[in-house]
């Protein structure tokens, strides 16, 4: 049987533990989860990949520990005190020796290199040995006292709380020999980077919360308001903006009409208002990304005398941080409201979120200046550069750094409704759904090269700078309907699950296709008039888009099906299998430009065995 080497198998345990004792008389809960992943299969194979000396190793081994303390105190300013401790530690280790065929010369530049050098050129066939060891690991902690206070008829339940998480990686990334490397064609194909050289990324947080709640002949009010002082430390230096401590403020109101009866069934109604404030501080790629490399060809002379050959390039190191980066903050509002009626139950959002100083990378061009080498006539032996007349040669390179331009609008409504159990079958039943509409765009002007050449056949000398950045918006609205079903005698319980996308629909935002500046291959700014759009050069400087390029682009109805089946053995053990995606309705359509589009589904199955004890 053949077996691709994109197939794996991995098998998973869980292990938890909950006890409640005391501590000098004093109540403690204690609960202790360990969770592990393993792979079945360490060794892959495909006779229609792999040649006879090449092997394909892996190993990969996940280990997931959780403690979780609560310590009852009862004290006059403390009531309890809650300690949280996670850590998650991966070995993902990929061992391979392959063979690599080239076609034609390929020249190989060398690790650490800038400026003018002579470089390497690689053979045409060749195997090579490597390896990727990634090791990451995710440590967490939380401390938080707990205390609740009675003044004026209204109880205050205040909790404060220190927060950290440690991210790093002690894994040695790729290895290989960087003259015969398994991918010649990367940038960074002789420029490895250790995942271990990598700083730790080190949030930590502080906050104060108090839940005010009270009740009365005027119903029920609870009152939530909370502050976190948040701050990165390990991957920030040279970063001013990220260095300096953030404030989110949250505001939770909830009010209840006191209960009242509609007809028989007692009933109760309430309202929602939410507003906050949340910091998103930039990922480790984002604060430490690797290094941009430019391998410019200065002379490729190449030889049927090996010993003739010279290939001489000219390399430039750019540093791709942004250390005006600043935290990302976020604006969320929502409103809503609870209605229950007996066993019935409906629960009502709406939200708007917006952000406009996401993170994203943003793309810049830059000219570089280097020197060209022609030989002339046949040389009898390896060509001396320095009896070479150099020329001046400019080109244009883009270059992704991360910055603060994205905006995010996300606005929409969630709801879910609970029914009661019909007894005659022994089943209950709730509906949900939500509608979500977000846009996304950014805010700092995009820069974008055509793919034209120019009129001399060489790559084209212009780059435009636009006031657009292809921003889009989405829309989707799907429901999903659980029904329970339990036979408590047999102690069996089935749950179906139907899953329905009502539509899903794509639009991107219009634009002229005029650029604001354009930029010439020596790295000049000129505004680009309305003559220039004419120029027979920086013409092509102007989108041009499809007729319907603009037009929403729509996704029809998907509905699928997931079954569940759970059995109770004992008293301490569950057994469940499970299929989704048993069945789905995946009608074809018509999507934008009258393309056709066919979907098709795969059932996934699958088995879980819980034993508590």
């Known amino acids: 049987e053949r077996e691709q080497l994109e197939r794996y198998s991995r098998y998973s345990a869980q292990a938890n533990w909950t006890v409640k004792t005391t501590i000098a008389t004093l109540p403690l809960s204690f609960a202790l989860r360990a969770n592990y ?11 229609d990949l792999t040649l006879r000396n090449e092997k394909y190793l892996s190993y990969y081994a996940r280990y997931q520990t959780t403690a979780d303390a609560e310590l009852f105190l009862d004290k006059k300013w403390i009531s309890s005190l809650h300690i949280t401790f996670s850590y998650d530690y991966t070995e993902d280790v990929l061992r391979r020796n392959s063979s690599v065929s080239l076609y034609g010369a390929q020249g190989m530049p060398l690790p650490e290199r800038t400026g003018e ?6 053979p045409a066939y060749y195997f090579t040995q490597y390896s990727l060891v990634n090791k990451p690991f995710l440590a967490y902690a939380l401390v938080e006292a707990r205390e609740n206070v009675y003044y004026m008829g209204l109880n205050h339940a205040i909790s404060i709380g220190l927060e950290t998480r440690i991210e790093g990686n002690f894994g040695r990334g790729y290895n290989y020999d960087e003259k015969h490397p398994p991918l010649p064609m990367a940038t960074t194909a002789s420029r490895p980077r250790r995942y271990s050289d990598l700083p730790y990324y080190v949030p930590l947080s502080a906050y104060i919360e108090d839940k005010i709640t009270a009740t009365g002949f005027y119903g ?12 990165l430390r390990g991957a920030t230096t040279q970063y001013g903006a990220l260095q300096a401590p953030q404030f ?15 007809g028989k069934q007692q009933t109760l109604f309430a309202i929602r208002l939410g507003w906050g404030k949340q910091t998103k501080w930039p990922t480790l790629d984002q604060l430490a990304p690797a290094p941009a490399y430019f391998d410019f060809q200065s002379l490729n002379y190449y030889s049927q005398t090996e010993e003739w050959r010279l290939l001489w390039l000219t390399t430039f190191k750019e540093n791709t941080r942004n250390t005006k980066l600043r935290p990302a903050s976020y604006n969320k509002w929502e409103a809503g409201i609870d209605c229950k009626m007996e066993s019935t139950r409906l629960a009502f959002t709406a939200f708007y979120e917006s952000m406009d100083n ?9 000219s570089f200046e280097y020197n060209v080498y022609k030989v002339t006539t046949p040389p009898m032996a390896k060509p001396d550069i320095t009896t070479l007349t150099p020329q001046k ?22 709801f879910t409704l609970s029914l009661p159990k019909w007894h005659l079958v022994e089943t209950s039943a709730d509906l949900s759904g939500a509608y979500w509409h977000t846009t996304y765009d950014v805010s700092e002007p995009v820069e974008y090269r055509p793919s034209h050449t120019g009129l001399d056949g060489k790559e084209y000398p212009y780059v435009g700078i636009y006031a657009w950045s292809n921003g889009k918006k989405y829309e989707q609205l799907s429901t999903t309907l659980r029904l ?58 102007v989108q041009n888009f499809g007729k319907h390029y603009f037009d929403p682009d729509t996704t029809p109805l998907a509905l699928s099906l997931n079954l569940k089946a759970t059995k109770e053995i004992g008293k301490h053990t569950r057994l469940s299998l499970f299929v989704n995606r048993l069945w789905a309705y995946l009608p074809d359509y018509r999507a934008k430009y009258n393309r056709l589009v066919t979907r098709d589904y795969t059932p996934y199955f699958g088995a879980e065995l819980r034993i508590s004890i």
């Open 37 to 47: 992943i393993g792979a079945l299969t360490n060794e892959r194979t495909d006779p």
């Open 117 to 122: 050098y002579e470089a390497i050129y690689l």
């Open 220 to 231: 029920e009010l609870e009152l939530t308001a909370g502050i976190r002082m948040g701050y």
């Open 248 to 262: 989110d403020p949250r505001l939770n109101a909830y009010y209840a009409l006191p209960r009242f009866n509609i």
């Open 358 to 366: 996401g993170f994203t990378y943003s793309t810049h061009y830059k």
């Open 393 to 414: 040669v400019y080109a244009l390179q883009s270059i992704a750094k991360p910055a603060n331009s994205l905006k995010t609008v996300k606005k929409g409504f969630e």
């Open 484 to 541: 329970y079903t339990h036979f408590s005698k047999l102690r069996f319980l089935f749950t179906t699950q139907i899953q329905c996308i009502w539509f899903e629909q794509r639009t991107t935002i219009p634009f002229d296709g005029r650029p604001t500046y354009y930029r010439n291959i020596y790295g000049e700014l000129n505004p680009f008039t309305n003559d220039l759009a004419k120029d027979p050069e920086l013409t092509h400087l």
